[in-house]
């Protein structure tokens, strides 16, 4: 039987910890690391980013986005890098953030989830602005495959909290925030020690904004944006996520890509070191 | 100077009126059609819906998913069908869905409405959930280029009303549901006649569960989805939209590729002509 995500992902955090190294090949940092503003740039950045990885971390998170500036190229470095990456051990998170209904969010959940698809990962951030009911398809697809998906709930950016907090008046959910209402729905798909259907819900926010719990998300993988650049520390682990804290992936890219080609490696090294140190405490 | 988005689109109700053609390659439909489901029948189906869409509409409205499920092969597909719709005289919409954050987002608005992309359409959809200020790099991009963007806000499936009616308690909008938040603020965004921000709102609604009121939308652009497969009428146009309507992108998809390859020219020059009709009555 396929193990599910949530279970490569526990085993993930136990072998290799949480840090989750992103890929983010910014026009900028191609510069800084003396590569072109291509698809070649992207496929090299990609593939140092995998390199240094390898062996230090347990996850990867390429940023779609900036692989498709570049067009089919860009998709097809995208595709040598989550190849590189799978192959290396990584579990890579797709950072897609795609969002649409019925047979059409189908499609991107088989672009990205579905075995032996070019873009295979093992899993995808998703946005449920069309209700989660609109995911239907790629939670069952990502069910089957043994894949996960992390659907947007309270994003690190300061303009998210206005939608993000609103209160349904419709609806099962009635009540609640929208925020709130995809933990509800999301949690509603997962069993187990940790389910294969995430949140994400970035270190900036304060979960009582939104009506969330952390006790509503102690059996949820939470993918964690907003650590470094953003203006997140790591005491923002306990003091945001509480007793959701061992779920979280911990995302880091701009405060590791910026250490430079030649600086990247040591800067996962000591990123994971601390991050560790925080979780033994 | 640059002709705006909003200019363009009215010349072309004005010349070719409001119906946009689909291109939505579903794998059911590929088969219909007699095409490999495939990077090269997709591109195949692209190029005959644009054959057909040519000199009958104005409008050509690809579906980004079905192409992205075939990898960067699909994309290079995608590619040579976007080519070809805008060397065909057609204004050409992405329907990507795509949304993330700052350099983020610039890099999807670069993808899709930077001239002389490889993806370079006239217009894409783009969702706000991470509030529509997530989104001022595309929008910059768009107003530079001339070109449009159409953000998410009352969609057409069911399971959306709960999140897009949601009342908003904070910021700048507060007491305002989500989607006539995002209403408000692309309104700001725009100037004359024909703003070249649109938004989304499908013909199954009611703008009234939303608290958004038709005369909020008279200088903005509206990608409307909905008609035939999801259940509205043609009378929705102006039962739905009222003094907005004159505004409306008329999309229709399987309606219409459900007549199959030797059906669609003849099931576009009925549906145009229907719709003709309408905005003539």
């Known amino acids: 039987m396929t193990q599910s ?3 490569r992902l526990l085993a993930t955090f136990a072998t290799s910890g949480h840090l989750c190294v992103g890929v983010d090949p910014h026009p900028y940092l191609l510069s800084d690391w003396g590569l072109a503003d291509s ?3 992207v496929r090299e950045f990609g593939l140092r980013v995998v390199d240094a990885a390898a062996g230090r971390v347990g996850i990867l998170k390429p940023q779609v986005a900036f692989f498709e ?3 089919s190229a860009g998709f097809a470095a995208l595709e040598t890098v989550l190849a590189a990456a799978r192959e290396a051990g990584l579990l890579v998170i797709a950072d897609a953030k795609r969002g649409d ?4 969010a189908a499609a991107y959940g088989e672009a990205w989830l579905r075995p032996g698809s070019s873009l295979e990962a093992d899993a995808m951030t998703i946005s449920a602005f069309q209700g989660v009911g609109s ?3 790629p939670i069952r697809l990502a069910r089957e495959a043994g894949k996960g998906l ?3 709930a309270a994003t690190s950016n300061p303009q998210s909290i206005a939608p993000q907090s609103a209160v349904q008046n419709r609806g099962e959910f009635a009540g609640r925030s929208v925020a709130a209402s995809i933990v509800d729905e999301v949690n509603r ?9 995430g949140v994400v819900i970035g270190a900036t926010v304060r979960l009582a904004d939104y009506g969330i719990s952390d006790s509503d998300l102690t059996a949820t993988p939470i993918l964690a944006p907003g650590f470094g650049h953003q203006g997140a520390g790591y005491d923002a682990i306990s003091s945001v996520y509480g007793a959701a804290a061992p779920n979280l992936v911990v995302s880091s890219s701009r405060a590791i890509l910026d250490a430079g080609v030649s600086g990247v490696a040591d800067a996962i090294a000591t990123q994971a070191r601390e991050i560790a140190e925080v979780f033994a405490a």
């Open 5 to 7: 995500f949530g279970e």
């Open 39 to 41: 698809a070649d740039g």
């Open 69 to 71: 500036r570049h067009g």
């Open 101 to 104: 209904i019925g047979s059409t």
């Open 135 to 137: 995911l239907d398809e």
């Open 150 to 152: 992390f659907v947007l």
């Open 189 to 197: 798909s997962n069993h187990g020690a940790l389910g294969s259907l």
